[in-house]
């Protein structure tokens, strides 16, 4: 063969950047792998997202694209779109959005004008930036009021949200988080939504693998559109989705191409084919579940170590923590523990005294966990695991030894090793 015309793999075209990467697969192999926006995904995921259909340019939706040689992307394409709809029930699906945060702001872009009015969870309350907080497009061009939680129980204040609704006729009400552990009540926020005429749309990225597994409420029928990542608790690739009422296809669509996007990434839209048929099967529901019963498991054995938890503990997948009574910021427990073979963020908690950069809690979600096969009879350890890690940092000035840091994440691994991370 002629040495130009060679097509070495990875590991020999470019052996720097292949090290990295097999560093990283070791990373997800032997680390406690709790942030809560994180997941493994399947082999089959995996084996999708890398395809020669990253090759190909796809503008425009199947049956009408701006480029020839659609024979199989379009049907990849339909077939996530059917996929997605079956799994939620929902009478339109847009695939296409590059993750998340496109995914809303298209929703944004569909359903309201520049300069309108939302109202969001607020960032510091466990919601997220792109529900109208000020530093986000979300909030710099639409104009944002934001609700938040009570100071007794850390939940959505209800009345708090009607209230503002009344008072500020917003055109768009989320109803969604990055860090709120407790069940989202759908049909209340779709009351006051029409009682002031607004719509609502539900974020569901954190929770939208408990939704298609049964064990959230599923806000399609109560919104105008629903937006999720398809990644976390989904257990797909990084991406986005968007579902939405008929009546509302055609805004969202647009809004996506060529509103805010070009051509789809279509080895990622095939990733996303392949994680709602996953997402569809028993075997699915059950793994849903199992998160949920291991999340509650980890509350009580931290609560019994003496942690503050938000709200007193958790619904769904994840755990907010004040580490306050700990002696130690969420930031420098978070770096401390990952020396440790512990992975986990600081995070804000509702009214927290502490700047967003260095807050006092941690945040912990047990999807990552779950997909290894770990079970509620493995928390204890795990709570063990983090308490060590916690107190060793407190009592070092966030510095523990590095003996120490090697032996922990020596048990850790060892721990681990029983139970093989998926795709790996």
Same mark, same amino acid.
């Given at each position: 063969?002629?040495?130009?015309?060679?097509?070495?793999?990875?590991?020999?075209?470019?052996?720097?950047?292949?090290?990295?990467?097999?560093?990283?697969?070791?990373?997800?192999?032997?680390? +406690?792998?709790?942030?809560?926006?994180?997941?493994?995904?399947?082999?089959?995921?995996?084996?999708?997202? @890398?395809?020669?259909?990253?090759? =190909?340019? @796809?503008?425009?939706?199947?049956?009408?694209?701006?480029?020839?040689?659609?024979?199989?992307?379009?049907?990849?394409?339909?077939?996530?779109?059917?996929?997605?709809?079956?799994?939620?029930?929902?009478?339109?699906?847009?695939?296409?959005?590059?993750?998340?945060?496109?995914?809303?702001?298209?929703?944004?872009?569909?359903?309201?004008?520049?300069?309108?009015?939302?109202?969001?969870?607020?960032?510091?309350?466990?919601?997220?930036?792109?529900?109208?907080?000020?530093?986000?497009?979300?909030?710099?061009?639409?104009?944002?009021?934001?609700?938040?939680?009570?100071?007794?129980?850390?939940? *959505?204040?209800?009345?708090?949200?009607?209230?503002?609704?009344?008072?500020?006729?917003?055109?768009?009400?989320?109803?969604?988080?990055?860090?709120?552990?407790? *069940? /989202?009540?759908?049909?209340?926020?779709?009351?006051?939504?029409?009682?002031?005429?607004?719509?609502?749309?539900?974020?569901?990225?954190?929770?939208?693998?408990?939704?298609?597994?049964?064990?959230?409420?599923?806000?399609?029928?109560?919104?105008?559109?629903?937006?999720?990542?398809?990644?976390?608790?989904?257990?797909?690739?990084?991406?986005? +989705?968007? +579902?939405?009422?008929?009546?509302?296809?055609?805004?969202?669509? =647009?809004?996506?191409?060529?509103?805010?996007?070009?051509?789809?990434?279509?080895?990622?839209?095939?990733?996303?084919?392949?994680?709602?048929?996953?997402?569809?099967?028993?075997?699915?529901? @059950?793994?849903?579940?199992?998160?949920?019963?291991?999340?509650?498991?980890?509350?009580?054995?931290?609560?019994?170590?003496?942690?503050?938890?938000?709200?007193?503990?958790?619904?769904?997948?994840?755990?907010?923590?004040?580490?306050?009574?700990? #002696?130690?910021?969420?930031?420098?427990?978070?770096?401390? /523990?990952?020396?440790?073979?512990?992975?986990?963020?600081?995070?804000?908690?509702?009214?927290?005294?502490?700047?967003?950069?260095?807050?006092? #809690?941690?945040?912990?979600?047990?999807?990552?966990?779950?997909?290894? #096969?770990?079970?509620?009879?493995?928390?204890?350890?795990?709570?063990?695991? *983090?308490?060590?890690?916690? +107190?060793?940092?407190?009592?070092?000035?966030?510095?523990?030894?590095?003996? /120490?840091?090697?032996?922990?994440?020596?048990?850790?691994?060892?721990?681990?090793?029983?139970?093989?991370?998926?795709?790996?």
């Amino acid at each position: 063969m002629n040495e130009a015309r060679r097509d070495p793999p990875l590991a020999e075209a470019d052996p720097e950047l292949w090290q990295h990467i097999r560093g990283e697969d070791a990373r997800q192999r032997e680390s +406690l792998r709790l942030i809560a926006s994180e997941n493994y995904v399947s082999r089959a995921v995996l084996e999708a997202s @890398a395809t020669t259909l990253t090759n =190909k340019y @796809a503008e425009g939706y199947p049956g009408r694209r701006y480029y020839e040689g659609m024979d199989f992307v379009d049907p990849i394409e339909n077939l996530a779109i059917a996929r997605a709809r079956a799994l939620f029930g929902a009478d339109h699906a847009n695939v296409q959005p590059y993750s998340g945060s496109p995914a809303n702001l298209a929703v944004l872009l569909g359903l309201c004008k520049p300069g309108d009015t939302t109202m969001g969870l607020a960032l510091p309350a466990g919601g997220h930036l792109t529900h109208g907080w000020k530093v986000s497009a979300t909030g710099i061009y639409y104009k944002s009021v934001q609700y938040g939680v009570r100071r007794d129980d850390h939940r *959505i204040d209800m009345d708090e949200v009607r209230s503002l609704a009344r008072e500020h006729r917003p055109k768009l009400i989320w109803v969604g988080h990055s860090a709120y552990p407790r *069940i /989202l009540d759908f049909p209340a926020f779709a009351e006051i939504a029409a009682e002031v005429g607004a719509h609502l749309v539900a974020d569901i990225a954190h929770v939208a693998g408990l939704v298609a597994g049964g064990v959230h409420p599923n806000p399609v029928p109560h919104c105008a559109a629903v937006t999720t990542t398809t990644h976390k608790t989904l257990r797909g690739p990084r991406g986005g +989705l968007i +579902l939405c009422k008929a009546e509302h296809a055609a805004a969202i669509d =647009k809004a996506v191409f060529p509103g805010l996007q070009g051509g789809p990434h279509n080895h990622t839209t095939a990733a996303k084919a392949v994680a709602f048929a996953e997402a569809a099967t028993p075997a699915f529901a @059950a793994y849903a579940k199992q998160i949920v019963v291991n999340a509650q498991a980890l509350a009580e054995h931290l609560l019994a170590r003496g942690y503050t938890l938000i709200s007193g503990g958790t619904d769904n997948h994840l755990l907010l923590i004040d580490l306050t009574n700990k #002696g130690i910021s969420g930031r420098v427990a978070a770096t401390a /523990l990952n020396r440790c073979g512990i992975e986990l963020n600081g995070n804000s908690i509702p009214f927290d005294p502490r700047k967003p950069f260095d807050p006092s #809690g941690i945040r912990i979600g047990l999807a990552s966990l779950t997909s290894r #096969g770990l079970v509620a009879s493995h928390m204890a350890e795990v709570a063990a695991l *983090i308490d060590e890690g916690v +107190l060793a940092a407190a009592a070092s000035n966030g510095e523990p030894d590095a003996a /120490l840091c090697a032996r922990m994440k020596a048990r850790v691994a060892e721990f681990l090793a029983p139970m093989p991370a998926p795709g790996l």
